[in-house]
């Protein structure tokens, strides 16, 4: 069975860094495009990044020079590195992996970031 673990989130200060992990089991993600999805209270559910399987990265627009997305094909594993995080940045974080048609989403991990 196809499972992805998300840890790394918690609470942090403005200003402050957070590195966000996926690891998953049942699949082989080294074929697939993974990426970190957000939804904050009252909000939809949007992508932040993604990474291809060639390792091409995209980003939302806020979140462009501060987050940075990378992979571990080997511990089929994707990360999430945010820095200089904002209030806004508060919301629960979904790993994603697409593999074909199918989308695998992880638990989501809480990130609150304070003032």
């Known amino acids: 069975q196809v499972q992805l673990v998300e840890s790394g989130g918690g609470l942090v200060q403005a200003g402050g860094s957070l590195r966000l992990s996926c690891a998953a089991s049942?699949?082989?993600?080294?074929?697939?495009?993974m990426g970190w999805y957000r939804q904050a209270p009252g909000k939809q559910r949007e992508l932040v990044a993604d990474i291809t399987s060639g390792g091409s990265a995209k980003y939302e627009d806020s979140v462009k020079g501060r987050f940075t997305i990378s992979r571990d094909n080997i511990k089929n594993t994707v990360y999430l590195q945010m820095n200089s995080l904002k209030p806004e940045d508060t919301a629960v974080y979904y790993c994603?992996?697409?593999?074909?048609?199918?989308?695998?989403w992880g638990q989501g991990t809480q990130v609150t970031v304070s003032s």
């Open positions: 994603n992996v697409h593999y074909i048609v199918t989308n695998y």
């Open positions: 049942g699949i082989i993600v080294s074929l697939s495009t």
